[in-house]
């Protein structure tokens, strides 16, 4: 899996689930090539951040899964969101850990957060 990397052109940010590895994600790193950020989303764990060198660990926000269906795309879309906003890719990925969460409680597309919901997640830490 991590070969159909080395095709991509350098983008800003590369996200991947845990299971979209077929080895070891610490091989992520030297795959990513000129792309700056990597992050491998964890499911009910957080997610890994490769930035600067090293990985950064972003812990999950507390939640009562009900359909994890779609978590991962709510995760890279609040943190593209974010990290344009902040510039500061923990920032992001901490924003994104909180709109994931919040995403997981329901079904469908009824649990998408929206901003309010997110920063007062972010907030309460719970």
């Known amino acids: 899996a991590l070969s159909a990397l080395a ?3 350098p983008v800003g940010a590369l996200f991947l689930s845990r299971e979209d590895f077929s080895e070891n994600i610490e091989a992520f790193p030297q795959e990513l090539g000129e792309t700056p950020i990597g992050i491998v989303t964890q ?3 957080g997610a890994r951040l490769w930035w600067q060198e090293r990985w950064h660990t972003i812990e999950p926000y507390p939640a009562r899964e009900v359909d994890s269906t779609g978590a991962g795309d709510v995760f890279a879309a609040a943190y593209l969101v974010r990290l344009s906003e902040t510039r500061d890719p923990l920032a992001a990925a901490r924003f994104a850990s909180a709109a994931a969460s919040l995403s ?4 469908g597309l009824s649990t998408v957060p929206g901003r309010q919901s997110i920063e007062g997640r972010l907030a309460s830490g719970e």
């Open 104 to 107: 997981v409680e329901g079904e």
């Open 7 to 9: 095709v991509l052109p």
């Open 43 to 45: 499911a009910s764990e």
